[in-house]
């Protein structure tokens, strides 16, 4: 075989696929949103001891951690809103943000996080 027959050979279905085409497989696939749920609520836990140390009892390396997270979260939505290779994770994140903001809303309410 020349070079030329090597280079219009198509390409493998075996290559990995990227990142935020395996995290749309989670939403697509109905039985893979277990794992979805599993994910909001495990970063939805650790989103809502972060707000809720900062908020609450005032820990500022709580509220460092809270800072980069924010500032990565908002580097992904810019490049989510410029690229669509982003989209899924940035959808992804702002899930785990959602639930974050839930379930500190919810520890403040039952008093768990006052306690």
Do not use: Q
């Not at 990142?19 to 970063?43: H, Q, R």
């Not at 820990?59 to 980069?68: H, M």
């Amino acid at each position: 075989m020349s070079d030329e027959e090597d280079d219009e050979r198509p390409e493998d279905d075996d290559e990995f696929p990227s990142l935020d085409d395996l995290i749309g497989t989670f939403f697509e696939e109905t039985a893979l949103l277990p794992v979805v749920v599993v994910v909001l609520g495990s970063g939805g836990a650790f989103g809502a001891a972060l707000l809720v140390l900062t908020a609450v009892d005032r820990n500022p390396f709580a509220a460092a951690a809270l800072v980069l997270i924010a500032g990565m979260t908002v580097d992904i939505s810019l490049r989510a809103r410029k690229e669509a290779g982003y989209r899924n994770l940035a959808l992804l994140i702002g899930m785990v943000w959602a639930a974050s903001v839930v379930l500190a809303g919810v520890a403040v309410w039952t008093g768990i996080a006052l306690g």
